[in-house]
C-alpha cells in the first residue's frame, strides 16, 4: 500500500514536474516572441526616422526631377545633341532668405508641372548650387555675376554651350515659365487664349527676316483661321491675325503698347470678371508675340557672343527686348 502510494506520488511528481516544464518551455517561448516583435518594431521605427531624416537632409538641394548637377557634371550635359538644359543656379549663401526660397520653390514646382502637364520629353531640367570656388568659377562661366543673390535661370539649347538667361525682371509665373522655354525648345503647355498652330505662326511672324516674310506668314495664319468651324475658337484666333496686321501697319511696338493698355484695363477692380478674362486672354496672345521677339534678341546675341569669345558667355534680355551680353 505504502508502495503504490508512493510509485502514484513518484508519477505525480513526475508529471506535475513534467506539466511545470512545459509550461516553463511555453513561457520562454513567449518571451522569445515578444522580444523578436518588439525588435521588429523598433527596427521599423528607426528605419522610418532614418528616412525622414534622409529626406529632409535632401530636401534644399534635390528635387524629384530636377538633376543636381556641379563643375564635374555640367559639362558632360552641355552641350547635348538631343536635349534642352534648363538649369538654375543658387548661391548657397543665400539659401534660407524668404526671395531665395521662393524663386526656387516656384521653380521647382514649374519642373514638376511641366514635365507632368505639358510637352517635354526632350528638356532637362537641372540646378547647380554654388556653394564652393569651383561651382562658383562654373557659374560665372555660364554667365552669373560674383555675388549674386537670387537664382538665376538659363535654357542651353540642344546642341549649344551658350546659354540663354531668363529676363531678371520677370516673375516665375508658369505661364511666363511656359511662352519662355517654348520660345527656345520644343516644349508646349496650352495657356488659355492660346494655340499651338497659331503661337508657331506668332513666331515665325515676329522672326521673319523680311516684310515679304512676314506677309507669307499673314497669308498662312488667314488660311488657318479660315480653317476652323467652332464660332467661338475662331473668334479667339481670329485675334492672332488682328495682332499681325496692327504690326505690319504700325510697326512691332504695337505689342508692348497694347499690352500695357490691356493691362490697365485689367487692374480695374470695377470691370465685370467675363470682360477681364477676355482681356487676360488677349493679353496671352500679345504675350507670345512679345516672348518670341526678345528669343529672337536673345538668340542673335548669343550667337554673336560665341563669336566673339572663346569661353561661353550668356545672353540676356530684358522685357523690353533689348539683349545685351
Known sequence: ??????????????????STSYNQSQNYTQQNNMSSTQYLFFFLLFALFATTVALKLK??????????????????????????????????????????????????????????????DDIVFAQIIVNGAENQRLAKRIGVKDGFRFPTLFIFPAGSSEGIQYPENKPYHPHDLARFLSQHTNFYYHIPGTS???????KNFIQANSESERATVLSKAREELNKITDAGEKDDMKYYVEIMEQVTSTGDEFIYSEIDRLTKIVDNKQLAKEKRNGYKAQISVLKQFAVSKEAAIATAAAVTAAAAKESPITATISESGEASA
Open 196 to 202: 499651338k498652330t497659331f503661337d508657331q505662326l506668332s
Open 59 to 120: 530636401a534644399p538641394e534635390e528635387t524629384r526631377g530636377v538633376l543636381l548637377l556641379d563643375a564635374v557634371t555640367f559639362p558632360k550635359m552641355v552641350p547635348s545633341k538631343s536635349h534642352y538644359l534648363v538649369v538654375q543656379i543658387t548661391n548657397k549663401h543665400t539659401v534660407g532668405d524668404y526671395g531665395t526660397d521662393s524663386i526656387r520653390a516656384d521653380y521647382m514646382s514649374f519642373a514638376q508641372f511641366a514635365q507632368t502637364q505639358g510637352e517635354a
Open 1 to 18: 500500500m505504502f508502495q503504490k502510494s508512493a510509485r502514484t506520488l513518484a508519477f505525480g511528481s513526475h508529471y506535475y514536474n513534467t
